[in-house]
């Protein structure tokens, strides 16, 4: 009995050793994950039944804001783009044409494109975070609300005759007139030649347009800067860069009366 006693002890022993080190491993917690099929696929097949049902109900029980048919003698003042170009219309009102109907459109489109190889950040992937998503979530909805929904507001309710700002239950006098002196930024600083205004122009838009890369000796030492690289930091910053130009310009325009930063013979911006 003594012996069995004895060579048992050192499987005991072990087995006890093996008991408390499986109590140090520390349990790695899993995922906090779902399959797509059946969860999200119902709720997103729900989701779009409920929208469905009241974009029915909506355009049953409210005509289409229709005009009169159209009358060339009778010219609507103003005319007005649909309601989803009425921001790029009035986008107008900042920019040359040129610029506000093909380069910022296009920099949105290629912008959007974009997003996914310049992201590098895997927290949201699957889920829904705004603690680890600020600034991306932050950007999107400046850009979406303020630099797209408030544009088509303004030129739907705000843009009367002769496209002049009128403020929410003023009249839209047809008949209005409003003495504006626009003028460029150069000649505003004090640029009176050409030259002068070509390099002073190109020194402000610069400015507007660059201001990142001169936080490259900052953001450098960052350690997301060396997961981003300078490649991908310089497309980001270009990008973020035009988008804050807009709002930019607004203020300009409305504080100053400025109508272009840089006049050449080639372009305006």
């Known amino acids: 009995m003594a012996e069995a006693t004895t060579e048992a002890a050192p499987a005991v022993a072990a087995a006890d050793a093996g008991v ?6 520390k349990e790695v917690p899993l995922p906090n994950r779902i399959h797509t099929w059946p969860y999200l696929v119902r709720l997103d097949f729900l989701a779009s039944l ?7 109900a909506w355009s049953i029980a409210i005509d289409a804001p229709l005009e009169e048919p159209a009358n060339p003698n009778k010219t609507p003042n103003p005319s007005k783009a649909p309601w989803y170009f009425l921001g790029l219309q009035e986008m107008l009102v900042y920019f040359d044409p040129w610029m506000a109907g093909v380069v910022l459109p296009s920099l949105i489109i290629v912008g959007l494109m974009v997003i996914p190889y310049i992201d590098f950040n895997p927290r949201g992937n699957g889920y829904y975070t705004l603690a680890e998503r600020k600034f991306a979530i932050g950007t999107f909805l400046f850009g979406f609300l303020i630099l797209w929904i408030l544009l088509i507001f303004l030129g739907t309710f705000m843009r009367g005759p002769g496209w002049y700002f009128f403020w929410p239950g003023q009249y839209w006098d047809p008949h209005k ?7 460029d930024l150069p000649y505003l600083l004090g640029a009176r030649t050409k030259t ?3 390099i002073l122009g190109a020194i402000a838009t610069g400015a507007v347009f660059g201001w990142p890369a001169a936080l490259l000796p900052v953001v450098r030492k960052k350690d997301w800067f060396k997961q981003m690289g300078m490649l991908r930091f310089q497309i980001a910053a270009m990008l973020f860069a035009t988008m804050m130009a807009l709002p930019v310009k607004m203020l300009l325009r409305w504080t100053f009366n400025i109508k272009y930063l840089w006049v050449t013979p080639w372009f305006n911006i």
């Open 196 to 198: 002068a205004q070509f």
């Open 177 to 183: 007139t409003v003495a504006l002196t626009n003028v």
């Open 20 to 25: 408390k080190a499986a109590k140090k491993v």
């Open 50 to 56: 409920i929208v469905m049902t009241i974009m029915t």
